[in-house]
């Protein structure tokens, strides 16, 4: 499955942004999407994920409440709304795929700087 993601952008703390991934190639039922990101001199952190089949979700604490992810089963895209937005947030966001059955993310879209200046 290929990956596209677009959105990112600077916002000021307590804005928002949202972010897209177009995903293509097969069918996405098989599939565990997710957003992660990687702040500078950090590790890369799983952020939200969205199961394609049923939509069952997962949110890292750090945002849950903040964030919402969502897929849209006829466009074959998962975005990611992201709003009271802090300037912890500002890293690169990247969403990647693994299959429903295996843990590895295999499949990973280009990265989309997000920025929240204070």
């Known amino acids: 499955v290929q990956l596209q993601a677009s959105g990112g952008g600077l916002v000021q703390a307590g804005g928002a942004l949202r972010l897209s991934c177009a995903a293509s190639g097969r069918t996405l039922i098989p599939f565990v999407f997710s957003w992660f990101r990687q702040a500078p001199g950090k590790e890369r952190e799983r952020v939200a994920t969205?199961?394609?089949?049923?939509?069952?979700?997962y949110y890292t604490a750090s945002v849950k409440g903040r964030f919402s992810i969502s897929r849209d089963t006829v466009k074959n895209m998962v975005s990611l709304e992201m709003n009271s937005l802090k300037p912890e947030d500002t890293a690169v966001y990247y969403c990647?795929?693994?299959?429903?059955?295996?843990?590895?993310?295999?499949?990973w879209g280009q990265g989309t700087q997000v920025t929240v200046s204070s």
């Open positions: 969205i199961q394609w089949g049923d939509g069952s979700t």
């Open positions: 990647a795929a693994r299959w429903l059955t295996k843990y590895d993310y295999d499949f």
